[in-house]
C-alpha cells in the first residue's frame, strides 16, 4: 500500500529473543497505529501515537513497546517474544485521529514465534 | 469482546450475483468505516459513513447505517471475482482509534 512501508515482510523468532519492526509512512500524517491480526479475531490495537512525541496503550499493549520516532517512523518492540505474539502486525496511520479520518495500512508483517 | 461483529462470517456468490455483508455494534458512534482486504495484504477503506446519514453509494458499493439498530450492512452490486476479500466493519467512537470486527470472508466464483 502506497504512503505505509513495514519492514521486514516476514520474521521468525526463538522464544525469548527481540525484534523491532518499523514503521515509515511519507504521507505526512500525524496519527500512527500498531495492530495485531489473528485469525477469527479481527484487528486488535496493540499501540498508537496520536501525534509526534506521544504514545499511548490500546486493547493488547501487553509484550511490546514503542517508539515514535519522529513524524514519519513508529516502531514497534518485542522485546522478549512468546508464540502468543506469532501473528501478523500492521501499520496504519490517519491525518488526524480516526475521527473522520480513515486509515492507510501498511501490507504487514507476518511474525512466528517457535 | 469486539465492538463490531460481521454476518456472515463466510459467503460464497457467484459473478454477477450481488453481496451482502452486516455489522453490528455496540456502543455509540461518530462513524462506521468498511475496509477490504486481498488475501496477504493490508487493509483498504472502501467508505466512511458518519453517524448522522443513513446511506451512502460510492460506485458498486452501497452502505447503510441505522443506529437506533446499531447495525450497518455494505452491500457490493454486481459482484466480479476480483471482489474476493476479507471484508470488515470498524467503528469510530471516539476513543483511542477504530476498532475492527472479524470480517466477513467472501468468495466470488467466476
Known amino acids: 500500500n502506497a504512503g505505509v512501508t513495514q519492514t521486514p515482510k516476514f520474521q521468525v523468532l526463538k522464544t525469548g529473543q527481540s525484534m523491532t519492526l518499523q514503521c515509515a509512512q511519507d504521507m505526512n500524517h500525524n496519527s500512527m497505529y500498531w495492530y495485531r491480526q489473528d485469525p477469527g479475531m479481527g484487528l486488535r490495537l496493540i499501540y498508537y501515537?496520536?501525534?509526534?512525541?506521544?504514545?499511548d496503550k490500546g486493547e493488547v499493549p501487553n509484550g511490546y513497546n514503542v517508539s515514535r520516532l519522529n513524524k514519519r517512523e513508529f516502531s514497534l518492540r518485542l522485546e522478549s517474544a512468546a508464540p502468543s505474539q506469532t501473528s501478523v502486525y500492521f501499520c496504519?496511520?490517519?491525518?488526524?485521529?480516526?475521527?473522520?479520518?480513515?486509515?492507510?495500512f501498511g501490507n504487514g508483517t507476518r511474525l512466528t514465534v517457535t | 469482546s469486539q465492538q463490531g461483529e460481521e454476518d456472515p462470517q463466510a459467503l460464497s456468490i457467484q459473478e454477477g450475483e450481488n453481496a451482502t455483508m452486516n455489522c453490528s455494534y455496540k456502543t455509540s458512534i461518530n462513524n462506521l468505516q468498511w475496509y477490504r482486504q486481498n488475501s496477504g495484504r493490508g487493509l483498504v477503506h472502501l467508505i466512511l459513513?458518519?453517524?448522522?446519514?443513513r446511506e451512502k453509494h460510492s460506485g458498486r458499493l452501497r452502505v447503510t447505517l441505522d443506529t437506533s439498530k446499531k447495525s450497518s450492512s455494505l452491500l457490493i452490486t454486481a459482484s466480479r471475482a476480483a471482489d474476493t476479500a476479507s471484508y470488515f466493519c470498524?467503528?469510530?467512537?471516539?476513543?483511542?482509534?477504530?476498532?475492527f470486527g472479524s470480517g466477513t470472508r467472501l468468495q466470488v466464483q467466476p
Open positions: 470498524a467503528t469510530d467512537t471516539g476513543r483511542r482509534a477504530l476498532t
Open positions: 496504519a496511520i490517519s491525518e488526524s485521529g480516526s475521527y473522520n479520518s480513515p486509515l492507510h
Open positions: 501515537s496520536a501525534s509526534e512525541g506521544t504514545t
Open positions: 459513513i458518519r453517524s448522522n446519514e
